[in-house]
C-alpha cells in the first residue's frame, strides 16, 4: 500500500494499492527515482504458475509519479536469484542513479547494482547466516556500503562492507558483540545505515552492549571508535535517517516509548533528545517497528505498534529538540545576582530563541545567550526557564534561588 503525507504531518488523499493479488510478499523498499517519481522494491511469489515471470521469487520493482497515484508492475525480475523472496529487500541509489539492492538468505547475503538481471547477483557473507542487510551511499567518494547483521560462529554482530564500485574489507561494528564475537543482539528491522545529504561518510545507528543494550551509538564505516548517542538501557529498534545539511536523526523505542534526536551539521554531537508521544488518546502497549524520513524538515517517524487491540503503523512528525544551559544554577537569594542562559541545537547557537522564566520573556542574542538579573532579597526556590523557537521541541532547565 501506498499512503502520501504532506509536509504538513497530514495524509494526502486515500491509499493506493501499489500491488495487489500476489500469493506473497516481503517487506519492500522505496526509493525516489530521478525524474522525481517512487520506485518500490520487493521481492515475492505471485502465483505458483511456472509460466508466470513473478513466479521466480526473485526480485521485482514497481514505479509511479510522485503522487503514488498509479503503480505500473515493471517487467520481468532484476536479479538472477530466486531466494530473494525469502528476505525482505534493502535498496540504495548510487550518484549516477543506478539502484542498488541486497537482501540475505541462509547460504548468502547477495546484492545487485543496477536492474538489468544479465548483470550477476554479488555475494558477501556465505557462512549461516546473515540477516535485515541495508545499504547506504557516500555522498563524498560515490562508494555504495552494505551492512547486516550476522550471527555465524565466532562473526556475530553487525557488519559494513563497501560492494560498489569496487569491493573492500569487511568491518566489525564496534561494540554490536561481545569482545570474542560469540554472542549479540539480533535486530529486528533492517540494518540502520544510511549516508549524508552532500556531505561524505556512511554511518551506522545501532545499540551497544549485551545482554541488553546500554548504549545507543552512532558510528562511520571506516572510523576506529562511536559516538555514543544515548545512554539508554533497554533501548531496542534502532535507526538512522539523513538529515538537511549533513545532519543526521538517530531514533530508538524503550519501554514502549520512542525517542529522536539529531546530529549537528558535522554529524559528530547530538542535541536534545525528544520523546513522541504515542498514538492520539492511545496508550501504546508495544512498539515492533521504529523507522524516521528526515531529508527535510522535520522528521517523519513511523510505528509499527499495538495500542490496546489495535495494531498499526502509525506516524507524527518531530521537531529537533532545544538544549539549554545555565550559569550559575544557583543563586544566593540574599545577595541577588544575574544569571546567563544558553540556547543551543545539538552546540550551535540558536539565535531569537524565546525564553521564559519567572514570568519574564528573554530573547537569546546571535550566541544564544540571554541575561536575567535577580534581585537582592530574592523569593528563594526553583525556577525554571523554558526555551521556545518555531520548528523546535521547547527546552527548559531549572535554577535553584537559595
Keep these: 500500500m501506498h499512503t502520501a503525507i504532506g509536509a504538513d504531518g497530514r495524509i494526502v488523499g486515500a491509499p493506493v494499492a501499489a500491488l495487489g493479488g500476489w ?127 550476522s550471527n555465524a560462529t565466532k562473526e556475530s554482530g553487525l557488519y559494513t562492507q563497501t560492494i560498489a564500485p569496487t569491493a573492500g574489507e569487511k568491518q566489525f561494528v564496534p561494540g554490536s558483540a561481545t569482545p570474542d564475537r560469540n554472542s549479540s543482539i539480533s535486530i529486528d528491522q533492517r540494518m540502520a545505515i544510511t549516508g549524508r545529504i552532500g556531505a ?65 551539521r558535522d554529524a559528530t554531537r547530538f542535541g536534545a533528545i525528544v520523546e513522541a508521544a504515542p498514538p492520539a488518546g492511545k496508550a501504546s502497549s508495544g512498539i515492533f517497528k521504529v523507522k ?5 524538515w522535520p522528521l517523519d517517524l513511523f510505528l509499527a505498534c499495538q495500542s490496546g487491540n489495535e495494531l498499526a503503523t502509525y506516524h507524527t512528525q518531530v521537531f529537533p529538540g532545544l538544549s539549554v544551559g545555565v550559569t550559575p544554577k544557583t543563586v544566593t537569594a540574599a545577595q541577588g545576582g544575574t544569571v546567563t542562559f544558553e540556547v543551543t541545537d545539538a552546540g550551535d547557537p540558536v539565535a531569537g530563541a524565546s525564553i521564559s522564566v519567572a514570568g519574564k520573556p528573554l530573547t537569546a542574542d546571535a550566541k544564544g545567550h540571554a541575561s536575567l538579573p535577580l534581585a537582592k532579597a530574592s523569593k528563594p526556590g526553583p525556577l525554571t526557564a523554558t526555551a521556545t523557537k518555531s520548528g523546535y521541541t521547547p527546552g527548559s532547565i531549572r535554577i535553584v534561588v537559595k
Aim: hydrophobic letters at 40%.
Design 23 to 149: 500469493a506473497s510478499l516481503d517487506n519492500p523498499d522505496l526509493t525516489a527515482t530521478k525524474d522525481g517519481g517512487l520506485r518500490l522494491f520487493f521481492a515475492g511469489l505471485r502465483s505458483t504458475e511456472t509460466r508466470d515471470p513473478y513466479s521466480s521469487g526473485s526480485l521485482f520493482s514497481a514505479t509511479a509519479p510522485a503522487s503514488g497515484a498509479t503503480w505500473t508492475l515493471e517487467k520481468g525480475a532484476h536479479a538472477q536469484s530466486n531466494s530473494v523472496y525469502a528476505s525482505p529487500v534493502g535498496t540504495a541509489v548510487m550518484r549516477d542513479e543506478t539502484p542498488v539492492a541486497a537482501w540475505a538468505t541462509s547460504f548468502a547475503l547477495q546484492a545487485h547494482i543496477g536492474l538489468n538481471p544479465k548483470t550477476p547477483d554479488l555475494k558477501f557473507q556465505t557462512s549461516c547466516c546473515a540477516y535485515q542487510p541495508d545499504l547506504g551511499i557516500d555522498a563524498g567518494s560515490g562508494e555504495a556500503v552494505l551492512g547486516w547483521f
Design 200 to 264: 561524505p561518510g556512511v554511518y551506522v545507528a545501532y545499540g551497544a552492549g549485551y545482554p541488553t543494550y546500554k548504549t545507543v551509538n552512532l558510528w562511520r564505516h571506516g572510523s576506529s571508535a562511536p559516538i555514543v548517542v544515548a545512554n539508554a538501557p533497554g533501548a531496542r529498534l534502532v535507526n538512522i535517517s539523513a538529515g538537511p545539511e549533513g545532519r543526521l536523526w538517530v531514533m530508538w523505542q524503550r519501554s514502549g516509548r520512542a525517542y529522536a534526536t539529531r546530529s549537528n
Design 292 to 296: 524516521g524520513e528526515g531529508s527535510v
